[in-house]
């Protein structure tokens, strides 16, 4: 039988490969939620928490916790671009190939030429 120490000396990790579609708004939302969630100001985060909390639960009850991150992202992102002004897809864009690039996935090139009807 292999020891611990053996069987982590021959681990990798599983790469991850590029999904079309996840891109550009899953890729986005996952890159908010987990790689870089300080990146939205302090400001949205407090008024879209305040607001998800605000908002009863389907039994009719005062929400507890907050959404899944993912689902969280997408608000903070949401909230974020309503008050700059840019446009949802270029972000979503740049957002999700930030994330691409840190996890090394290899993606097509024309991956971001024309947003979806």
């Known amino acids: 039988m292999n020891t611990v120490a053996t069987a982590l000396a ?69 909230a974020w671009l309503k008050e700059t002004g840019e446009p949802e897809w270029g972000t979503c864009v740049a957002l999700a190939d930030k994330y691409l690039a840190l996890h090394g996935i290899e993606a097509p090139p024309e991956r971001s030429n024309e947003k979806p009807v």
Request: charged residues 35%; aromatic residues 12%.
């Open 10 to 78: 021959r681990w990798s990790p599983r790469r991850q490969t590029y999904d079309p579609s996840r891109y550009p708004f899953r890729y986005a939302w996952d890159f908010l939620a987990t790689d870089a969630p300080t990146l939205v100001p302090d400001e949205i985060r407090r008024r879209v928490d305040t607001e998800v909390r605000s908002r009863p639960t389907a039994h009719g009850k005062r929400r507890q916790k907050l959404h899944d991150r993912t689902v969280m992202a997408d608000l903070y992102l949401q």
